[in-house]
Nanobody, 123 residues
Framework: QVQLVESGGGLVQAGGSLRLSCAAS????????MGWFRQAPGKERAFVAA????????YYADSVKGRFTISRENVKKTVYLQMNSLKPEDTAVYYC????????????????WGQGTQVTVSS
């Protein structure tokens, strides 16, 4: 059974930083494009960032570009999201996702999802 387990969420003041981690039980982790999405209260799930299989290409939503960095360690089967200069509007549940297809910023294209981790940014 495939599991994606996020960690690292919490409460932080505006301007602060957090690092999210997602540990995957995927048999061949390097075969998957990995993504991060987030869902704020009352809003739809939104794309945040994605990284290709070997980590050589990354993609970001405009709202986080320059502040967030996605990375992966295939040996550890883990993907990370470093979040700097956090803003109150970054408050959301953050989800890790995996797809064996091509890179996509559409949640429907992802096969596996974690349970989410809460990030709250206070002003």
């Amino acid at each position: 059974q495939v599991q994606l387990v996020e960690s690292g969420g919490g409460l932080v003041q505006a301007g602060g930083s957090l690092r999210l981690s997602c540990a995957a039980s995927l048999r061949i982790f390097s075969a998957y494009v990995m993504g991060w999405f987030r869902q704020a209260p009352g809003k739809e799930r939104a794309f945040v960032a994605a990284i290709n299989r070997n980590g050589g290409s990354t993609y970001y939503a405009d709202s986080v570009k320059g502040r967030f960095t996605i990375s992966r360690e295939n040996v550890k089967k883990t993907v990370y999201l470093q979040m700097n200069s956090l803003k109150p509007e970054d408050t959301a549940v953050y989800y890790c996702a995996a797809t064996n297809g091509y890179y996509s910023n559409f949640s429907d294209e992802y096969n596996y999802w974690g349970q989410g981790t809460q990030v709250t940014v206070s002003s």
